[in-house]
């Protein structure tokens, strides 16, 4: 029997959840993996194509996350990759820098906020010159945050590189635990995974009661949205911050 066991509901991308997974220290912590999200690239269009093929006229290309990187650089060969590095590239934090470490091109900035309203003000403050040319390769789900900020000094394209589906399979362990109310926390890490959540559980915020740990403050305020209160917002949105929330479990 498992009754030290203490359960938490993860319903990030398996990848996330595995690499959330690695960082908690308490034994006793037993993770379900539900994933109800997925991410594919975008297949190749004459917008992508019209903008691979004049990349350098950018002076900027600004990525927010590990997908937007791996899309946008799919669309490239080897040899057209060499060809690219003379540009500036920005990114919000480390992990979105290593992925373009993947393709032997350094972030010539890299913030360490979690937020794009963080991002963006350090752009506008240090990073970004009047009249540069931006290029922001997003997910088709992402806000234009820095689209609009931007706009206010700079030229700036955004270009859909990835695309966010939801998954519609049914945990039920998942479910037998929250309708026991035998679980500490169930993890959101974007408005999207919750809003597949509630569609496919038509839980209700006046007849169910969700113990929530979310990743920052625009997952919590889409899901306030909805009715339902957040337990633990993480400090920082950032998987180290999750994974310190768990760990005092």
């Known amino acids: 029997m498992n009754i030290n066991k203490k359960y938490v ?13 690695k ?4 034994k006793n912590i037993k993770f379900i993996k539900w994933p109800l999200i997925k991410t594919e690239t975008i297949e190749i269009n004459d917008e992508i194509k019209s903008i691979t093929e004049n990349v350098n006229f950018y002076d900027w290309i600004i990525f927010t996350s590990k997908n937007g990187v791996s899309s946008f650089f799919s669309y490239f060969t080897d040899n057209e990759l060499v060809n690219i590095t003379k540009l500036k590239f920005a990114t919000i934090g480390n992990s979105t820098a290593n992925e373009l470490s993947k393709f032997n091109i350094k972030a010539n900035y890299i913030n360490q906020g979690n937020t794009s309203e963080e991002f963006l003000k350090y752009l506008l403050k240090d990073i970004i010159k009047k009249n540069e040319q931006i290029l922001i390769p997003l997910g088709n789900l992402a806000p234009n945050t820095l689209v609009e900020g931007l706009s206010i ?3 700036v394209k955004k270009i859909d590189v990835y695309k966010t589906l939801n998954i519609s399979n049914i945990n039920k362990k998942a ?3 929250i309708n026991d109310d035998n679980y500490e926390f169930i993890i959101f890490t ?3 995974q919750f809003e597949n959540f509630i569609e496919l559980t038509k839980y209700k915020s006046e007849t169910k ?4 740990l979310s990743i920052g403050n625009t997952t919590t305020k889409f899901i306030n949205n909805y009715g339902f209160d957040v337990s633990i917002t993480a400090k920082k949105s950032t998987i180290e ?3 310190s ?4 479990v």
């Open 9 to 21: 509901i993860t319903t990030q991308p398996i990848e996330q959840a595995e690499k959330l997974e």
């Open 23 to 26: 960082l908690i220290s308490n």
């Open 153 to 155: 000094i700079a030229d």
């Open 175 to 177: 479910i037998d635990l």
């Open 190 to 192: 974007s408005p999207s």
């Open 209 to 212: 009661k969700l113990k929530i």
């Open 241 to 243: 911050y999750l994974a």
């Open 245 to 248: 929330e768990i760990n005092k």
